[in-house]
T-cell receptor, first 113, second 111 residues
Framework: GESVGLHLPTLSVQEGDNSIINCAYS??????FIWYKQESGKGPQFIID?????DKRQGQRVTVLLNKTVKHLSLQIAATQPGDSAVYFC????????????FGTGTRLTVIP | DTAVSQTPKYLVTQMGNDKSIKCEQN?????MYWYKQDSKKFLKIMFS???????INETVPNRFSPKSPDKAHLNLHINSLELGDSAVYFC??????????FGPGTRLTVL
């Protein structure tokens, strides 16, 4: 699979601040992108997804931005809380009709109270 | 109720042994997966399976084999375990084209 990389392996933010986690992907054919949150000792948990026909999607306190021109994906978390501390993964899929996801290396977010 | 469950949560074994990890989903999904997460947290797809097709990541050694007794289960069998097999293994499930739900993981340690 194609690599999906992250610019920052670790990120520390103050509680209440906004967090931005970035991800670069290399396959221009990718058409579906997902952000997952993984807390210690647990499996990845779906946060938000976006398809390639969109450039922005909002959820509860989270926003995903997709820039296909530069093959860049970001996750914005508003008013970061201690419970947001986890490893965040972006994943991509480029096989229409198939579900195989290719994950990036992850960014560890630490929220400082 | 746990949507995707795995057993055991921890598995410690000697090199050369054969072991299995079980996975069950109660979501009615038609596709199940196995992922391997290494010590650097990198997650890599191993298999995806529905009742029609098994898709194997070509980098997975043939010592690994998924077995599905029914639509709700996808077990992972590993033969002749090696030190490099030590990792956390995650099962997941989804509907075709839908969001994947992950299990809690099984930490395998090969001594």
């Amino acid at each position: 699979g194609e690599s999906v990389g992250l610019h920052l392996p670790t990120l520390s933010v103050q509680e209440g601040d906004n967090s931005i986690i970035n991800c670069a992907y290399s396959n221009s054919a990718s058409d579906y992108f997902i952000w997952y949150k993984q807390e210690s000792g647990k499996g990845p948990q779906f946060i938000i997804d976006i398809r390639s026909n969109m450039d922005k999607r909002q959820g509860q306190r989270v926003t995903v931005l997709l820039n296909k021109t530069v093959k860049h994906l970001s996750l914005q978390i508003a008013a970061t809380q201690p419970g947001d501390s986890a490893v965040y993964f972006c994943a991509e899929s480029y096989q229409t009709g198939a579900n195989n996801l290719f994950f990036g290396t992850g960014t560890r977010l630490t929220v400082i109270p | 109720d746990t949507a995707v469950s795995q057993t055991p949560k921890y598995l410690v074994t000697q090199m050369g042994n054969d072991k299995s990890i079980k996975c069950e989903q109660n979501l009615g999904h038609d596709t199940m997966y196995w992922y391997k997460q290494d010590s650097k947290k990198f997650l890599k797809i191993m298999f995806s399976y529905n009742n029609k097709e098994l898709i194997i990541n070509e980098t997975v050694p043939n010592r690994f084999s998924p077995k599905s007794p029914d639509k709700a289960h996808l077990n992972l069998h590993i033969n002749s375990l090696e030190l490099g097999d030590s990792a956390v293994y995650f099962c997941a499930s989804s509907q075709v084209g839908g969001q994947q739900f992950f299990g809690p993981g099984t930490r395998l340690t090969v001594l």
